[in-house]
């Protein structure tokens, strides 16, 4: 298990008001296996796996008005630097960086628009152990009713390198992919995107980020997720590289599957 470069999605993790009823829907839908992390002050944290790989995790909600939702975190060598960045550039700090022993340190920040995302400095534990393959995370991108205040946040401060990929009459929506510094802008360095929320979108729905996992098959992933008693918000459709669709879990989290042109 390599390190993430700082910015870099490294790690999403659900927060559920039921995590048993979380893994039977997970472990059904994504074909994941669980194992008990240690207990702390928050109750236990359950690693998932994908062929005995970490690829995610849930933890339970510490009480019921916590958002039962996923959380995509971005890595970094140093938390508190990359707090005083985040506050610097407009953003505020949730949870000021607190270690986790032996793991790592952890830190949860909001962007100017008050889309929620999370930091991870990571030690014994750095983050994903597969992706990119069914069954485990692939993207993740920000949805925003301000591009010029994302964009010049997140640029500002993990130093990405921003290019849009099309039209928004292309790809259906305006949207910016992100590049780590020191790597050419375009579809085979992204980590991860910026999209415009349009009218479409309900005026209530905040802005916040999105996580995407992989899957062979997006229309039987859809069924399946219904099935388990989740909910299908966006159905099945074609995209540039595949075909995705959002689904909300069993307990109403938010997430994305995408079938790859090459799955």
Not at 30 to 59: M, P
Not at 60 to 70: A, E, I
Request: hydrophobic letters at 35%; glycine letters at 12%; one cysteine or more.
């Amino acid at each position: 298990m390599g390190g993430y470069p700082e910015g870099a999605p490294c790690w999403a993790d659900v927060s559920l008001s039921d995590p048993a009823a979380g893994k039977r829907f997970y472990g059904e839908l994504l074909g994941w296996t669980f194992d008990e992390g240690g207990a702390d002050k928050q109750g236990h944290y359950t690693g998932a796996f994908k062929d005995g790989r970490r690829v995610a995790a849930l933890q339970p909600k510490r009480d019921g008005r916590m958002p039962t939702t996923w959380t995509v975190y971005f890595a970094t060598p140093d938390a508190r630097a990359l707090a005083t960045r985040i506050r610097e550039a407009g953003g505020q700090l949730i949870t000021e960086p607190m270690p986790v022993p032996p793991h790592g340190t952890l830190a949860v920040a909001a962007d100017p628009g008050g889309a929620v995302f999370g930091l991870w400095q990571g030690e014994a534990h750095t983050g994903f152990e597969l992706t990119r393959v069914p069954g485990s995370f692939c993207w993740t991108e920000v949805y925003t009713r301000d591009k010029d205040q994302a964009d010049a946040f997140y640029e500002s401060v993990f130093g990405y390198r921003g290019t849009s990929p099309g039209s928004a009459d292309e790809l259906g929506a305006d949207i910016r992919t992100w590049s780590l510094p020191g790597t050419e802008p375009g579809p085979d360095t992204a980590v991860g995107a910026r999209s415009l929320m349009s009218d479409a979108f309900p005026a209530a729905l905040p802005d916040h980020f999105l996580v995407y996992f992989l899957v062979e098959d997006c229309d039987a992933t859809a069924a399946a997720c219904t099935r388990l008693g989740g909910r299908v918000t966006a159905q099945p459709f074609d995209i540039r590289y595949g075909r995705m669709a959002v689904l909300n879990d069993n307990q109403g989290a938010t997430f994305a599957v995408l079938q790859g042109s090459g799955t």
